[in-house]
């Protein structure tokens, strides 16, 4: 089969020239040889169900996206705005709706993860996957976190050095009345692997989402975060940290759609480039009528560790309402001569400046992983590329 998708849209487009209104993906002749990844570990107070049809096990999402069209009837969107070329998904997502059409095409079953009703579970879900020379694997994932209910998911991702195949994976979410998510993606794939991260889903009243993600390896890296805070007083704190050298490309986009009064979305962009690398961010703050009293604030943080490095970034701030508050921050450059100066006086030479810089940067997202193991496993993938 062959990929043709428009992926990391921005949700109302700007000047062309930019070249930040979405990226195209196109990837000829790819076989999948495997459709699910790894279910690690399981505690016995969440539900795990394979092979769900799609439809099936998206049907949670059934009410949220009727309140969602509802309140949209007579709304005139921004300028350049692309919301109906996505209607057809039942939630959105970041990298959007291609990607639903490539799942489908595949024919890709659903993983389901339940978290049992009113449960607070203490050990995490945790899922692997590790790809193999030529494999190419495409998975999907649907996390339920019900009605005071509390859940940890862990993913994982790794490969042989010489793999060379396409890590492509969906996950969608559902955050009932008073619940928490606490989600963790980890990309630690070898140099020739193409990866897609495609994350979305829907906060209920009261409902916590947190996010940590960590980009380390992979030759091109798509991943899109679509967080609808639907709910009043739900919030979504996301951290992400990356690290892309040599001809390494990142494509982030992220979303944070604010539809409940009193809603909270914080974003954290932690990451480094060098050699060649390239590296795309859009970060979208959306208020829509109704969400007066919320707050929506983004951060990058972006070291330039090299002259050939390129960096493009776009903010986006679309409002519907009066009464919110939205921000966003940016710090993007080089170590400065005096933090260079401060540390060869102690007698640590430039580029072991360079390397304790970049190591802090990617422990301050690394150390929020809640598993020692995995995070060890971080640390050691660090040592290699570092």
Known sequence: MNIDMKVNELPARTYRWLGLNGEELNISDISFSR??????????EVFIRENVDAK??????????????????????????IAQRHAGQIVRTGMGTDVDALLEEAGVKALVIEAGKNEKVSEPVMLHDHLMHSDSVISRQVIIVPDNSELTVIMDYDSDTDADGIEAVSTKFYIGLNATLHLIKVQMLGRKVRHFDDLGGVVMDNGKFDFVELELGASLAYAGAYVNLLGKESSSNSSTGY????????????????????????????????????????????????????????????????????????????????????????????????????????????????????RARLDSVARMIPDKELRDKVGEYLDSIL
Not at 35 to 44: G, T
């Open 243 to 358: 690290i892309a050298d040599g001809e390494q490309f990142y494509d982030f986009n992220y979303v944070a759609e604010h539809r409940g009064s009193k809603t909270e979305s914080m974003a954290t962009y932690r990451g480094i480039l060098k050699g060649n690398a390239r590296k795309n961010w859009r970060g979208s703050l959306d208020f829509h009528e109704g969400s007066e009293g919320s707050v929506g604030d983004e951060q990058e943080d972006t070291l330039l560790l090299s002259p050939d490095v390129v960096n493009r970034s776009i903010p986006l701030i679309l409002c519907k309402e009066e009464d919110v508050d939205g921000r966003h921050g940016a710090t993007i450059g080089q170590l400065s001569d005096d933090m260079l100066f401060y540390m060869e006086a102690r007698g640590i030479d430039k580029e072991e400046a360079k390397k304790i810089m970049v």
């Open 56 to 81: 099936e096990a998206e049907n949670i999402f059934e009410k949220s996206h009727g309140v969602v069209l509802k309140s949209d009837e007579n709304i005139v969107g921004p300028n350049g705005d």
């Open 35 to 44: 459709f699910a990844i790894d279910i690690v570990k399981a505690p016995k």
